[in-house]
């Protein structure tokens, strides 16, 4: 853990990674806060957790061995560009509205946004082209996501990664993935009664949509439904459906090349903010 940096919003010192209950803008986790070691620990706490309980349990997750020691190694050797600010260094849980009727899903946090400043998809140029085209849609209020004290709020919506620590070449394992998984099927239970409309980043996050919601008892389409941009599947549930859609993730590879452009991206989040608000 290195020596405290001021945090760049409020200026209170921080170490890295960041101890829970310190002050962090938006840190959920106490000292008291269980921390999971196992995957049997991750499943008996996602499975009886309220959505602050399952983020401040989330934030402080230690069941990836691999993982743990990857976000605290970057945590602490750091970026050049950001050298003088702490880390957070810990699991990235989801965030935004706790009853939202549109929930987007990635992939993983980045290992200099969200590992550095604790919110999923802030604080890199995936994040950048996201807030932008929310913001253009009005899924947020405003377009830029800097760190977790920016003002920043989500409209209607919450966002979640289906690995919650940041990987090593952005490649969660297997193991990983299934280690992880119950906090992200348990966060989908929890907001299953709101949520109207889910947004994959990526297949990883498309195929994390498909698992949560059929091991939540909802019924997902057979054949399997396939990802791609623009795609778009019915999950149907007991009383009422919910429609997935598909994006291209936008990370740099994507944004770069031209594979993924902001009009792309604006259709598929437009598509999902009218969805949300039809009646039936």
Same mark, same amino acid.
């Given at each position: 853990?290195?020596?405290?940096?001021?945090?760049?919003?409020?200026?209170?010192?921080?170490?890295?990674?960041?101890?829970?209950?310190?002050?962090?803008?938006?840190?959920?986790?106490?000292?008291?806060?269980?921390?999971?070691?196992?995957?049997?620990?991750?499943? /008996?706490?996602? !499975?009886?957790?309220? *959505? &602050?309980?399952? +983020? !401040?349990?989330?934030?402080?997750?230690? @069941?990836?061995?691999?993982?743990? %020691?990857?976000?605290? +190694?970057?945590?602490?050797?750091?970026?050049?560009?950001?050298?003088?600010?702490? =880390?957070?260094?810990?699991?990235?849980?989801?965030?935004?509205?706790?009853?939202?009727?549109?929930?987007?899903?990635?992939?993983?946090?980045?290992?200099?946004?969200?590992? %550095?400043?604790?919110?999923?998809?802030?604080?890199?140029? #995936?994040?950048?082209?996201?807030?932008?085209?929310?913001?253009?849609?009005?899924?947020?209020? %405003?377009?830029? #996501?800097?760190?977790? @004290?920016?003002?920043?709020?989500?409209?209607?919506? /919450?966002?979640?990664? !289906?690995?919650?620590? &940041?990987?090593?070449?952005?490649?969660?394992?297997?193991?990983?993935?299934?280690?992880?998984?119950?906090? *992200?099927?348990?966060? *989908?239970?929890?907001? @299953?009664?709101?949520?109207?409309?889910?947004?994959?980043?990526? #297949?990883?996050?498309?195929?994390?949509?498909?698992?949560?919601?059929?091991?939540?008892?909802?019924?997902?389409?057979?054949?399997?439904? %396939?990802?791609?941009?623009?795609?778009?599947?019915?999950? &149907?549930?007991?009383?009422? +459906?919910?429609?997935?859609?598909?994006? =291209?993730?936008? #990370?740099?590879?994507?944004?770069?090349?031209?594979?993924?452009?902001?009009?792309?991206?604006? +259709?598929?989040?437009?598509?999902?903010?009218?969805?949300?608000?039809?009646?039936?």
């Amino acid at each position: 853990m290195t020596g405290p940096l001021p945090h760049p919003a409020t200026g209170q010192p921080f170490a890295s990674p960041v101890p829970p209950g310190t002050g962090w803008p938006g840190d959920q986790a106490s000292v008291s806060t269980p921390v999971a070691r196992t995957p049997a620990a991750v499943r /008996r706490l996602a !499975a009886r957790a309220t *959505i &602050a309980e399952l +983020d !401040a349990e989330v934030s402080v997750c230690r @069941a990836c061995p691999r993982l743990f %020691r990857w976000r605290e +190694d970057v945590a602490r050797d750091k970026r050049a560009a950001y050298l003088d600010q702490p =880390y957070w260094g810990r699991p990235a849980p989801g965030w935004g509205s706790d009853t939202p009727s549109v929930l987007i899903v990635g992939l993983a946090p980045a290992a200099h946004g969200a590992n %550095r400043t604790g919110r999923v998809f802030t604080g890199d140029r #995936s994040g950048d082209w996201l807030f932008a085209s929310l913001h253009r849609v009005g899924l947020a209020t %405003r377009p830029t #996501s800097v760190h977790a @004290a920016d003002g920043l709020e989500l409209v209607d919506t /919450r966002m979640v990664a !289906a690995v919650r620590c &940041a990987p090593p070449q952005n490649k969660p394992t297997t193991a990983e993935r299934d280690t992880c998984a119950p906090w *992200i099927d348990a966060e *989908i239970a929890l907001l @299953a009664d709101s949520v109207r409309v889910a947004v994959a980043l990526g #297949s990883f996050g498309w195929d994390a949509v498909l698992r949560s919601f059929r091991a939540g008892g909802w019924a997902v389409p057979r054949p399997r439904p %396939r990802f791609g941009h623009g795609a778009s599947a019915v999950i &149907a549930g007991p009383r009422r +459906d919910v429609l997935l859609l598909g994006s =291209y993730h936008p #990370s740099q590879q994507n944004t770069f090349t031209g594979k993924l452009t902001e009009e792309m991206l604006d +259709d598929v989040l437009g598509r999902a903010a009218r969805a949300a608000t039809m009646p039936g």
